[in-house]
């Protein structure tokens, strides 16, 4: 696998002024009582925006939001997103109430000069997860030029990511660039000792990124829900803690890659437990091997912190995927809190995975000082493991 910044086609590179563009963006934001509830991922879109409104360029946005399954639901319409947009842009922002049809066709003719048009929910279309081939060669009637910003669908092969660039010349928006140099570092040529460190509620959705890891990096810490299924499967009690035991094969084939490897998996040694997942939840810390039957495991303990501190301080590389316990939860944040403050204090390079880590490191108040807090959870988590994405293909010469 070559770089991953080879031969990428960039928006900054092509002629934009008086052309319509159709640009990919991701708004799969939070909706709060009809209001926008974290901009973060709107935020990051700007400079792309910014770029080409300044280049006298016409952007015509594209996103999806939530999992309408191809069905209009009122709720996942774009409206209080094309409100917010328009606060942070400074600009007008035109939103329309479909993606396709006469309706943008006349409003794209009809421009206001330096506004935006942003179309209505792409997913309310079942073509577009289909990535059917008329829908996409619809949306790309309505521009000269396609830009891809929407990093955290980039493994996603659907009409508006895709399908799309089959018929329009395409390019990489700044944050798509700016992802997969910020991961070029941890692919193309990375800085020994790399660290990964895995955690989340499921096993099943790291097993992947576990067996392909090993071929690359130095350690692997595992906390989360992920331990448990680990700990299990190597014979531990783990009373009533999340585990999958249809995925014990699976465990000891990676295992067994690991120890072949010289790579240590290295699990938790004490465990923060409850009998129920709520803030006023009655807890105690416990070794692993003490978990009481009617207790389940809901955060690493100080004992598995220190280690995993003392595996971090050594790193020059760090990536981290999955909270180490539930954060949600007042008691069980501790955790991933202090793994946050590590990577923050640590000298290495660091990327977290995005999704639910990238979530957690905000709200616990531990993002500044770590390298990269990535825009997509499942598009980082398959480019470190050496996957080539669909989307972002299709971006290169």
């Known amino acids: ?55 006298g360029g016409k952007p015509i946005l594209l996103t999806h939001l939530g999992r309408p399954e191809g069905k209009v639901v009122p709720e996942l319409r774009l409206d209080p997103v ?47 997860t289909a990535n059917d081939a008329a829908f996409a060669r619809q949306l790309a009637a309505l521009g000269d030029l396609f830009v891809n910003d929407a990093f955290a669908t980039l493994h996603r092969a659907h009409a508006s990511t895709l ?46 990124t576990l067996r392909d890891l090993v071929d690359k990096v130095d350690a692997i810490l595992i906390g989360g829900g992920v331990a448990f299924t680990f700990l299990r499967a190597q014979g531990h009690s783990v009373g009533k803690s999340i585990v999958d035991d249809s995925l014990f094969e699976e465990i000891e084939l990676i295992s067994a890659k690991a120890s072949e490897k010289g790579v240590p998996i290295v699990l938790p040694r004490d465990a923060v437990v409850a009998k129920e997942l709520s803030d006023s939840a009655q807890v105690s810390t ?32 760090i990536m981290w995927a999955g909270p180490m316990g539930a954060f949600e939860f007042s008691p069980f944040s501790e ?38 807090i990535s825009t997509g959870g499942g598009a980082c988590l398959a480019l470190l493991r050496g996957k080539a994405l669909p989307a972002l293909e299709a971006l290169r010469d």
Request: glycine share 12%.
């Open 82 to 128: 094309a409100q917010r947009l328009q606060e942070l842009l400074g600009r007008p922002v035109r939103k329309l109430d479909t993606c396709i049809g006469d309706e943008v066709v006349r409003a794209i003719e009809g421009w206001e000069d330096g506004s935006v048009i942003l179309l209505e929910n792409v997913r309310f279309f079942p073509e577009e």
């Open 1 to 55: 696998m070559g770089s991953l910044l080879d031969r990428l086609r960039c928006v900054q590179d092509v002629e934009v002024e008086g052309k319509p563009v159709v640009v990919r963006v991701d708004y799969n934001v939070p909706l709060v009582d009809g209001r926008v509830g974290d901009d973060a991922r709107i935020r990051a879109s700007l400079p792309t925006l910014e770029n080409i409104l300044d280049r």
């Open 286 to 317: 416990v070794a692993i091997d003490d978990i009481p039957e009617d207790e389940m495991g809901l955060d690493i303990g100080p004992k598995t912190i220190a280690l995993f501190r003392e595996k971090i301080a050594g790193a020059k590389m």
């Open 163 to 208: 399908g799309i660039a089959d018929y329009l010349p395409s390019y990489a928006g700044l944050l798509v660039q700016k992802e997969i140099e910020a991961l070029s570092r941890l692919t193309d040529n990375p800085e020994h000792p790399y660290v990964a460190i895995i955690g989340g509620k499921k096993a099943r959705s790291k097993l992947g």
């Open 335 to 372: 955790g991933t809190r202090e793994i946050g403050q590590a990577l923050a204090a640590s000298d290495a390079f660091t990327v977290v995975g995005g999704g639910e880590t990238g979530e957690a490191v905000k709200k616990l108040g531990v993002a500044e000082g770590i390298s990269r």
